[in-house]
């Protein structure tokens, strides 16, 4: 098993920054992928940006790059999404999550990551 929690999230004015952050721990191992990703209130879950961990290959949304970048400590476990000039569309429940069989075609898939977090709020006001 392995256990993600997100932490950073909050209120943020327009063109604000926010890091999020993705505590790793548990089984651990082999070559797996950590994503981002968000779902807006009647919306459905999509992709923001992933990192092989092994390698640091890196993939963002098209709504997203220029803005936000993904990025991992080694040593600490954990991953983060640093999010600058934030838009009041970026607004969210931001998820993180954990994929052991992901090739780099498919990191933007979300039904392809086997472990999530429980989500951290990111709220962009105008």
């Known amino acids: 098993q392995v256990q993600l929690v997100e932490s950073g999230g909050g209120l943020v004015q327009t063109g604000g920054s926010l890091r999020l952050s993705c505590a790793v721990s548990g089984r651990t191992f082999g070559t797996y992928t950590m994503g981002w990703f968000r779902q807006a209130p009647g919306k459905e879950r999509q992709f923001v940006a992933a990192?092989?961990?092994?390698?640091?290959?890196?993939a963002a949304a098209d709504s997203v790059k220029g803005r936000f970048s993904i990025s991992r400590d080694n040593g600490k476990n954990t991953v983060f999404l640093q999010m600058n000039s934030l838009k009041p569309e970026d607004t969210a429940v931001y998820y993180c999550?954990?994929?052991?069989?992901?090739?780099?075609?498919?990191?933007?898939?979300?039904?392809?990551?086997?472990?999530w977090g429980k989500g951290t709020q990111v709220t962009v006001s105008s």
């Open positions: 999550a954990a994929g052991f069989t992901i090739t780099i075609p498919t990191m933007r898939e979300n039904r392809k990551y086997d472990f």
């Open positions: 990192i092989r961990w092994s390698t640091g290959n890196t």
